[in-house]
């Protein structure tokens, strides 16, 4: 028996099949080589053109690094195991136009259909494999790596459009659509307090997700601190925590979302103070708020070095840092509103 089983084993050709090979040589260059550089496109774009649309790149993510801009440089600040490559772009206090998120659209379409054609241009290089094949010629397998890495960007591209039309043709119709038009009414020039924002069950608005929600509490959340109402920042800072909770472990969700955190960070140590709640959401953020040199970053940590860690030099330190770079901070009204934040404090501490 195991005369005939060993005879068996050794009359078995181990050898790769050359259609393996083949396959192994387009899959590569579709799912793996197109996914790399189709995701690592939209940030160097982001990076280089941003400021033509009124934006600025607050966080670069390449290969789960994640880098913020400290003065001329860019310092790692965090690692995610997440492979994703990304640029959140912000908007420019010195540079801000006016229709916003218009320029925001315009600035993803652009990149979105520039990869397209160039990703078009690849393919078209590999045309003539592709005829030769269909007339019974064979193809080398680097060709067929091309081919697979050409079709891939293709197919990213036009997946990243669909995601865009999705965002901006349907999502930015809703309530992101009431918060641009109330945000064109405070570059015009109006004060926060009379926006007459509503709470969003108030809205015409079905069923808003998660995303949507966060945002307009961060809107909202202004316009109440404004007005000092209280009780109604407790539910929607009681509702924010629960949304950030359940969704602070996607790198993508979590940066876009940081701003959520911060003002989590202040409700805890100022409006409702709680030790422990503030303090965890603290170190859910600390890298990133930590080397973030904007006005608000400094405002809120200055309440929860006061208020929670009893470091009045430490908040001192922070306000002066805030105070100087508030010119740089936001525009007009936002601006006003955290400067108020930052006076109140220092006059409590002296």
């Known amino acids: 028996m195991l005369d005939i089983l060993s005879a068996i084993l050794k009359s078995v050709d181990y050898t790769i099949p050359i259609f393996c090979i083949r396959a192994m040589a387009f899959i590569i260059g579709f799912f793996l080589v197109a996914t790399i550089l189709a995701n690592l496109f939209v940030p160097l774009y982001n990076l280089i053109f941003a400021k033509k649309y009124g934006y600025k790149i607050k966080f670069l993510i390449i290969f789960g690094m994640v880098f913020t801009k400290i003065g001329d440089k860019w310092k790692k600040i965090l690692y995610n195991s997440s492979p994703l490559s990304a640029a959140i772009p912000m908007i420019d206090s010195n540079n801000i136009q006016k229709n916003y998120l218009e320029k925001e659209k315009q600035l993803a379409y652009s990149e979105r259909f520039t990869k397209l054609f160039l990703s078009i241009i690849i393919f078209t290089l590999t045309l003539k494999p592709i005829i030769g094949f269909f007339k019974g010629e064979s193809i080398s397998i680097i060709n067929l790596f091309f081919i697979g890495f050409s079709t891939g960007m293709i197919f990213h591209s ?37 926006l007459d924002l509503k709470p969003i069950e108030e809205l015409p608005y079905n069923s808003p997700s998660a995303m949507e929600k966060i945002y307009y509490y961060l809107f909202y959340s202004s316009y109440l601190l404004s007005l000092n109402k209280t009780e109604e920042m407790n539910k929607i800072s009681l509702e924010m925590t629960d949304i950030l909770m359940k969704n602070n472990t996607n790198i993508v969700n979590y940066l876009c979302n940081y701003l959520g955190y911060y003002w ?51 908040a001192k330190s922070l306000i002066e840092e805030g105070l100087a770079g508030i010119d740089n901070f936001s525009f007009g009204p936002d601006r006003a509103l955290e400067k108020d934040l930052l006076l109140k404090l220092k006059n409590e501490i002296i």
Do not use: C, Q, W
């Open 264 to 314: 989590l960070v202040f409700y805890y140590s100022e409006i409702k103070t709680d030790k422990e709640k503030a303090e965890d959401f603290f170190k859910k953020i600390e890298p990133i708020i930590m080397n973030d040199e904007d006005s608000n970053a400094k405002r809120v940590l200055a309440y929860y070095y006061y208020r929670i860690n009893n470091d009045a030099e430490k």
């Open 158 to 194: 036009i997946n990243h459009i669909g995601i865009s039309i999705y965002v901006y043709e349907k999502l930015y119709k809703g309530i992101l659509s009431y918060i641009h038009s109330k945000t064109e009414l405070l570059l015009n020039g109006e004060s926060i307090e009379n």
